[in-house]
T-cell receptor
Framework: EAGVAQSPRYKIIEKRQSVAFWCNPISGHATLYWYQQILGQGPKLLIQFQNNGVVDDSQLPKDRFSAERLKGVDSTLKIQPAKLEDSAVYLC???????????FGPGTRLTVL | GDSVTQMEGPVTLSEEAFLTINCTYTATGYPSLFWYVQYPGEGLQLLLKATKADDKGSNKGFEATYRKETTSFHLEKGSVQVSDSAVYFCALTSNTGKLIFGQGTTLQVKP
């Protein structure tokens, strides 16, 4: 069974530029999560989808971050404009349903210069 | 709000030493508790979990017991190997299902 796929694996941009990350969850998984992991810290949830609806986006900086999950499968996370403090690894995870085990993708490492 | 606190790292041990990584939590309700591991250059992997008080999760020689009375979920292994070198994260699920992680503890095992 294929795992959670993410791309790109690495991205370097300058501040004020925009960037987008893509996630393809495990087939059949209804719940999709985006986490931000800053160096030296544990991952922090940015947004949680149940199918194509948002369950929790309370920690998403909505002035610059946006995310969508069209058709309840793939998801895209966008940052516009990026700030230096957005440098982090962005992890996508999926689960069969809300309280099932979450499976993580390899992450996208973003560096903002 | 819900939170997880782990012991500060890094933890450096010799091969075959006993490992304990402390984890305590604050939560409303009855969360499930997890240990995740992140090997160098790899993604997060679930190591073990416990879903109710007094449950013991175990995997690959690692164990942790859900202690409701002390709100703890300490990770232990009787004899560590060099291949156990990684970052270990304690986590709980909130009432919405999201994972809340501790800050991570780096383990380095020397031969």
């Amino acid at each position: 069974e294929a795992g959670v796929a993410q791309s790109p694996r690495y991205k370097i941009i300058e501040k004020r530029q925009s960037v987008a990350f893509w996630c393809n969850p495990i087939s059949g998984h209804a719940t999709l999560y985006w986490y931000q992991q800053i160096l030296g810290q544990g991952p922090k949830l940015l947004i949680q989808f149940q199918n194509n609806g948002v369950v929790d986006d309370s920690q998403l900086p909505k002035d610059r971050f946006s995310a969508e999950r069209l058709k309840g499968v793939d998801s895209t996370l966008k940052i516009q404009p990026a700030k230096l403090e957005d440098s982090a690894v962005y992890l996508c995870a999926s689960s069969l349903d809300t309280y099932n085990e979450q499976f993580f993708g390899p992450g996208t490492r973003l560096t903002v210069l | 709000g819900d939170s997880v606190t782990q012991m500060e790292g890094p933890v450096t041990l010799s091969e075959e030493a006993f490992l304990t990584i402390n984890c305590t939590y604050t939560a409303t309700g009855y969360p499930s508790l997890f240990w995740y591991v992140q090997y160098p250059g790899e993604g997060l992997q679930l190591l073990l979990k416990a879903t109710k008080a007094d449950d013991k999760g175990s995997n690959k020689g690692f164990e942790a017991t859900y202690r409701k009375e002390t709100t703890s979920f300490h990770l232990e292994k009787g004899s560590v190997q060099v291949s156990d070198s990684a970052v270990y994260f304690c986590a709980l699920t909130s009432n919405t299902g999201k994972l809340i992680f501790g800050q991570g503890t780096t383990l380095q095992v020397k031969p």
